[in-house]
């Protein structure tokens, strides 16, 4: 069966949630993601979305294309004001939060603001962070979604948009950064977790049909491994029935 890699993508971030937790997600495939473990196995997942939207259920085929549109409030248990959100991640009461990035370095830090050495004069200006600092900096856990380019996984990224590991080892805690920090990296081609001692970046699963030297051909810094690399479960019928039925449109599946 035919899988796009968006596809690909928000059926293994889905895998990675679980029941009576709570997930900071933002528009795209990782609503799709949440939405999806929501349907299947995580029913009392409680979705938070950046506008002030706290436990919507996404209507299939009414997927919203922005944190603030109507139809990401279907059913929500509260809508309060953005700060507010916010404020609920800062109070310790997210588990997850779902992120993307242009750039991602072997710590785990993530780069939405420019690419090139100069900040002033970059190569390209990117959106900026909106609230992905506040994601990363607050959330209990973050799990990163991306497609897996040797461009993105870069060996420092140029701009520390969002903060992981910054520098590796304790060097989040000795910023101020308490609690959370990234767990996973979810790509195109495997799941990637952290070392606990340096906070390097490991390879511990890849997609069926992957091998370690195309991760390794698409990564822009030394591949480390876990000592038993798994293979991941592709995506079910059932589960990809369910994800297209949510984005008829494709207008995130692609």
């Not at 809508?79 to 990035?101: H, K, S, V």
Request: glycine letters at 12%; aromatic letters at 6%; charged letters at 25%.
């Amino acid at each position: 069966m035919s899988v796009t890699p968006a596809e690909l993508l928000a059926v293994m971030g889905s895998r990675q949630l679980r029941d009576d937790t709570t997930v900071f997600a933002g528009v795209g495939v990782p609503l799709l993601a949440a939405v999806l473990a929501q349907q299947r196995h995580a029913p009392r997942l409680t979705m938070v979305i950046e506008g002030g939207i706290v436990g919507p259920r996404i209507e299939p085929g009414r997927l919203p294309v922005s944190t603030n549109e109507m139809r990401a409030g279907r059913r929500a248990q509260m809508l309060p004001g953005i700060t507010d959100t916010f404020l609920l991640a800062q109070r310790g009461f997210l588990d997850y939060g779902f992120m993307g990035g242009a750039q991602i370095d072997r710590h785990g830090n993530v780069n939405t603001s420019v690419v090139g050495p100069d900040y002033w004069n970059p190569k390209v200006r990117l959106p900026g962070t909106g609230g992905a600092n506040d994601i990363a900096s607050l959330c209990r856990e973050v799990i990163i979604l991306t497609p897996h380019e040797r461009r993105r996984f870069v060996d420092r990224v140029d701009f520390v948009t969002s903060p992981a590991w910054l520098d590796g080892g304790d060097h989040r805690r000795r910023a101020g950064l308490l609690f959370g920090g990234v767990s996973r990296v979810v790509t195109t081609l495997g799941v990637f977790g952290f070392r606990p001692d340096d906070r390097r970046m490991r390879l511990e699963a890849v997609h069926p049909g992957v091998t370690r030297e195309q991760v390794r051909a698409e990564t822009g810094f030394e591949v480390l491994e876990a000592a038993e690399v798994a293979v991941t479960e592709p995506p079910t019928a059932e589960e990809l029935s369910q994800l297209r039925a949510l984005d008829p449109e494709r207008r995130f599946l692609g």
